[in-house]
């Protein structure tokens, strides 16, 4: 069964940090965009941080200039860093991928992030 593994939520201060990363089987993760989506209680889930396997981003307008997403293809890991933390950035985190060969959808399980003071 293949799997997205998401690690590094917790609780934050507002203005605090925190990096989340996401580990891939090397099959899916070599040359597919990944992405951060979250969902916060009694939300729908929304598009958060994409990044191409050329290293291209993209980013929700509300988190641009405090995240930053980056991919360690050695690692087959994909990281978020959550910087300048916001109460409304209370969600949680979910590591998505499609693969560019059969098209499947994967999701990991989703990490909490809490910021709170």
């Known amino acids: 069964q293949v799997q997205l593994v998401e690690s590094g939520g917790g609780l934050a201060q507002p203005g605090g940090s925190l990096r989340l990363s996401c580990k891939a089987p090397?099959?899916?993760?070599?040359?597919?965009?990944m992405n951060w989506y979250r969902q916060a209680p009694e939300k729908q889930r929304e598009f958060v941080a994409a990044i191409t396997g050329s290293g291209r981003t993209n980013y929700l307008d509300s988190v641009k200039g405090r995240f930053t997403i980056s991919r360690d293809d050695a690692r087959n890991t994909v990281y978020l860093q959550l910087n300048n933390l916001k109460p409304e950035d209370t969600a949680v985190y979910y590591c998505?991928?499609?693969?560019?060969?059969?098209?499947?959808?994967?999701w990991g399980q989703g990490t909490q992030v809490i910021v709170s003071s």
């Open positions: 090397r099959s899916i993760f070599n040359d597919n965009t």
């Open positions: 998505h991928t499609r693969s560019m060969v059969t098209r499947t959808e994967y």
